[in-house]
């Protein structure tokens, strides 16, 4: 599940197993039911769906609302349907209650309390059921209530990165790779996935490798040059616009192609504890180079100067 949108952490790996979703509103449920303070519903959320536990509502009116979600008030549209079916809320009404739930202020939510109270009464339901609702479903909503319209476009966003994972691995890995390619901790984790499902992630080679990391095919991706560490895009672009001719043959023919103005100590070190540079000799003899490297390569940007005079 590395990179699936919401859905990545153990923790919720571990409920969704548990919870098999059936349905998108399944996820949509998950979404929002994964934070802190609703958190602690959720085995209750899964001991429902499969029956382990029997599915009430407080009021035959709350069922058709509250049934999506087996009888757990989850979402802050659930709410302001509620508060319309039961006590007869108008839709202004119902939202003034949600955003005094919202901002959490004891002395609004009281006010708030005595109205839905009077309002249920009128309604012909008995005030004990009506104060049970609201102490026990609407206040305690005040810590945990999750827009479901948000929860939707996350949980869309989770299925579709999910299904890409599952019927084209390789594609997701390498667009997962390209997004993650600053944060080194990242594409190590990646990299073993991609190992353990028997997909190999070619290293870096400067004659090989471009900017990003790019899809083979179904079971080879070539590590990006913008994923190594202290390679800056100059270096990069360099690098890319001298291939155009051919591919570098040999350290020399690199420095010589690439130039100084660049291509600097930084960016060899770089280029060579990376394995980008390996086709030109071990990385031992590369980086003890460097120094008459370096040499060289001002001599190079001292003659591109003087022949530009």
Known sequence: MTGVFQFESTGMRRYLKELKPSSFEDLIAMVSLYRPGPLQYIPEFIDRKFGRKVVEYPHPSLEEILKPTYGIAVYQEQIMQLVQAFAGFSLGEADILRRAIGKKKYELLMEQRVKFIDAAREQGHPEELAIYIFDEIIEPFAGYGFNKS????????????????????????????????????????????????????????????????????????????????????????????????????????????TGGDVINKKSLEALIYSGALDAFGERKSLLASIPKITTYLKEIEKKDKTSQM
């Open 150 to 257: 948000h929860a939707a476009c996350y949980s869309m966003i989770a299925y579709q990165t999910a299904y890409m994972k599952t019927y084209y691995p390789t594609e997701s890995m390498v667009a997962l790779m390209v997004s993650d390619e600053e944060d080194i901790d990242r594409i190590r984790m990646e990299i073993s996935e991609a190992h353990a499902k028997c997909v190999k992630v070619l290293p870096p080679d400067v004659n090989e490798s471009r900017k990003h990391f790019t899809y083979i095919d179904s079971e080879t991706i070539r590590f990006g040059l913008k994923a190594i560490k202290g390679l800056g895009d100059g270096p990069i672009a360099t690098i890319r616009r001298a291939l155009k001719d051919k591919k570098f043959d040999s350290i020399k023919d690199f420095i010589e192609r």
